[in-house]
């Protein structure tokens, strides 16, 4: 069973930037904006990256640890291939895609595997920050953050950049307890290693062997 994790954050808020401190042959990136990285550093990636080429990637992981860039623009990407579809199927099937991505890491990939998705967010009505999606209709078929047991927001307040791991009442933020602090740099490594230690994945891989 594979680790789906959600980061979510608003666009120059830091979420690729946390990617800064894994290593080449330590990470797989699923680029689906296509856009380059925000640093010198060199890591594997798939630009302009689909549900197809993302699900083959999985399906043979080479790696531990893959990130999907920009997850939102799957959903938004498929809605403006679709635009001129009527109806209510088009809102079901984007939320459907979505889901079965994200299943797919928990039921399908091997346990010490860790999945991010980098995803933009937007506020409701109440003032309540969440996942980015296309608009009630789809969030009515998708509580993006139901499928992940690990949901943070990545803020920035122009010193410095950092998660937050828990709700502040006012976001759709949580982790398992004793995992993390409230507040922690935005270093996904960190996060990664974290979460294999809580988990003891480490171990279980060796055991394994």
Do not use: W
Not at 35 to 57: C, E, H, S, W
Not at 99 to 123: A, S, T
Not at 146 to 168: N, P
């Amino acid at each position: 069973m594979g680790i789906p994790v959600l980061i979510m954050g608003e666009s120059g808020s830091g979420k690729t930037c946390s990617l800064r401190n894994f290593e080449t042959e330590e990470i797989g990136i699923f680029n689906v904006a296509g856009k380059p990285l925000p640093f010198r550093k060199q890591l594997k990636k798939v630009d302009n990256a689909t549900y197809l080429t993302i699900m083959k990637g999985l399906k043979e992981p080479k790696l531990k640890t893959y990130v999907i860039d920009d997850s939102q623009y799957l959903m938004a990407f498929e809605s403006f291939e679709r635009a001129k579809e009527v109806g209510y199927t088009k809102n079901v099937d984007l939320a459907l895609h979505f889901k079965e991505l994200v299943h797919f890491v928990i039921k399908g990939m091997p346990d010490d595997i860790i999945v991010y998705f980098l995803h933009h967010i937007q506020e409701t009505e109440t003032g309540k920050i969440k996942a980015k999606t296309l608009g009630r209709m789809l969030d009515n078929q998708l509580t993006v953050e139901g499928l992940f047991s690990i949901v943070m927001i990545c803020k920035a307040d122009g010193q410095e950049h950092y998660f937050e791991t828990q709700s502040d009442g006012y976001t759709t933020c949580k982790s398992p307890m004793e995992m993390f602090e409230f507040k922690i740099d935005n270093d996904l490594k960190l996060v990664d290693t974290t979460i294999r230690e809580y988990y003891e994945l480490n171990k279980k891989e060796s055991e394994e062997k």
